[in-house]
């Protein structure tokens, strides 16, 4: 089999994900990774020198791009990245959205409510430990996505995400400033510092814990839970509920739906 390479893109509210799978004689590998801040006013120029600048720094060639698969929850920036995709690569991408095969029925009320993260995520948790199973995902918000058995999109939980209030609550405080998301030496705070860290660490593990476990009833007390996202080691590390974290989970899902759809 000659050596194709396969960009994936996830396009998120705060940051845009990508990295490059390189096949061979076996399924692809992630072999580079990179994030970028989500700027909606970014045109396809200013994206396509960013792109090719990060290829340039680990010595990739867009030459070497055989396929490209796109994810997004933010509408307006597909055609832009469409149109980064044909500059540097000569390639029409694969756009996760309705009519795509995914293997996975979803059991929401109105499957195009869905974000496409959300099943991107869940293709990629079933695929990797079976179901049942919860992907629990920290980003701009923290997202539960429930798998059944059979390997069904269940639905599942939004909230906010960490950062999100954390900076809720500076703008609507005068006296709390930005802290860094770092365990506290105690739950107790002794500083203000302190009493920050605790309840935004400590907090969203709980909430967490607490919120699994009013899931597993109605998903299956056997259920997995994984999480991913940039905060997730962090917070795993104070939850009894997270059994595994996948820091690419995402970027795996788009590989996954690619192979699905070649």
Partial sequence: M??????????G??????????????????????RLSTHREQTSDELAIALH????HDGRNNKEVTDVIISSVVPPMVPIWERVSLKLFSLNPLVVGPGMRTGMPVRYENPHEVGADRIVNSVAAYEMFGGPVIAVDFGTATTF????????YMGGVITPGIHISMEAL????????????ARPRSVIGKTTTGALQSGLLFGYAGMV?????????????????VATGGLARRIAEESEAIEEVVPFLTLEGLRILFEKNR
């Fill in 2 to 11: 000659p050596k194709t390479s396969l960009l994936v893109v996830d396009i």
């Fill in 13 to 34: 509210n705060t940051n845009v994900s990508l990295g490059i799978f390189d096949y061979g004689d076996d399924e692809g590998k992630l072999s580079h990774h990179w």
């Fill in 53 to 56: 600048s990060l290829f340039d």
């Fill in 145 to 152: 996505d429930c798998i059944s058995r059979d390997g069904e």
């Fill in 170 to 181: 500076f703008d609507r405080t005068s006296k709390l400033h930005r802290v860094e998301i």
């Fill in 209 to 225: 814990d607490a919120m699994v476990k009013r899931i597993l009833p109605e998903l299956g007390d056997d259920a997995r839970t």
